[in-house]
């Protein structure tokens, strides 16, 4: 029988301070390229790792199903897989259904793996967008057995992670014969929760998606304030929230991430008293409203969705990040060797200022850095 085994830390207690390791790649004409290079890029970071979890997000990989929802789903026994097909055929259209395509590689206990391409079925939405009701259906399958998670829900674009280093992760999924416009990477060295294969990162939610190098200690608060809104917490690790976090606001409060930076990295108190008048107001508003939505503690993240990729890093940057552009392509990644071992030759390579968002989008400028 397949399991989900939770493998605890064998570092003990020991901090690895700027451990974990997160890559990013986005073609920004949109071009389709094989993850030979974002696994050579974080395979380079080996040792930020433990080998206790890696993955990576790809985007625009489903041409031939690009307008259906692709679920990838874990599940522990096959009893799991028979009930959760069966919800899902209850609220969906299933297009297509398979096992995920998997080979021999490094990585431990690996549970059952498969996707669906689903389409919600029109009776069924009621007065929901498609959107809310596949994020009501994930959330439900994710709490009600603790057997089935589902670990990607977009459309044209796919999560894949496990318990291994993320070169082995890669390998044992095959993704040398995929090809995305989008690819996001991460190596994890988890010290504060053990490493299974639905702790592992990218966090996703629908077609949003997040690698994380930090630590969220608002985890509690911010937790609590996502339920509010619906979001369930399941998978046992604070970068979680960030992705729900993302979803709510830039998805379904369609805020721009101009915004969502202050709320989740803001200024101090200290900082706002001294600003003027109008910047004052509005942040002091923000503050006020999204309080339960800071972002306490050390982090960099790279976050993607369709057609966008984004980095930020706390206010005083706790945790590294580079970018660098060549051609039609952006970089973000933990360490700029890691970029120059896939593009040598750069066009430009910089250190963005804590807080302060860098943004890749599809057909835009190369690249575009707004404060």
Not at 211 to 226: A, F, M, Q
């Amino acid at each position: 029988m397949q399991n989900l085994t939770k493998i605890n830390n064998t570092f003990g207690d020991e901090k690895v301070i700027d451990a974990c390791s997160i890559f990013g790649m986005m073609n920004l004409n949109g071009k389709r390229f094989s993850a030979k290079d974002p696994i050579r890029a974080i395979a380079n970071m080996h040792d930020r790792g433990n080998g206790l979890g890696g993955g990576f997000a790809a985007y625009g990989i489903y041409p031939a199903y690009k307008t259906d929802y692709a679920f990838h789903i874990m599940f522990l026994d096959r009893d799991a897989k028979k009930k959760t097909s069966r919800r899902i055929s209850e609220g969906f259209k299933i297009i297509y259904e398979e096992e995920i395509p998997t080979q021999e590689a490094k990585v431990t206990d690996p549970p059952i793996m498969w996707r669906y391409f689903v389409e919600p079925k029109p009776s069924k939405l009621e007065n929901l967008s498609p959107d809310n009701y596949v994020m009501e259906k994930v959330t439900r399958i994710n709490t009600e057995t603790g057997k089935a998670f589902v670990f990607s829900s977009g459309k044209d674009m796919g999560v894949f992670k496990g318990v291994g280093f993320p070169e082995d992760v890669g390998q044992y999924f095959c993704l040398e014969e995929y090809e995305g416009y989008l690819w996001t990477c991460h190596g994890r060295f988890p010290t504060n929760t053990q490493g299974w294969w639905g702790g592992a990162h990218p966090f996703s939610m629908l077609d949003w998606t997040v690698v994380h190098n930090g630590e969220i200690s608002s985890y509690g608060i911010n937790k609590r304030y996502l339920e509010m809104f619906g979001y369930k917490c399941t998978m046992q690790t604070d970068t979680e929230v960030m992705a729900y976090a993302f979803d709510l606001l830039m998805r379904r409060q369609n805020l721009p991430i101009q915004i969502v930076s202050k709320i989740l990295a803001p200024p101090l108190w200290s900082e706002i008293k001294t600003m003027k008048t109008k910047n004052k107001q509005a942040l002091s508003a923000l503050r006020q409203t999204y309080g339960s939505l800071l972002m306490n503690g050390p982090f960099t993240i790279i976050v993607a969705h369709e057609g966008e990729m984004i980095g930020l890093t706390d206010r005083i940057k706790l945790r590294p990040l580079t970018a660098a552009s060549k051609d039609d392509f952006l970089f973000l990644s933990s360490e700029e060797a890691a970029i120059r071992l896939v593009s040598p030759m750069l066009d430009k390579v910089w250190s963005p200022r804590g807080g302060v968002p860098v943004i890749g989008r599809l057909l835009g400028p190369v690249p575009e850095v707004t404060e």
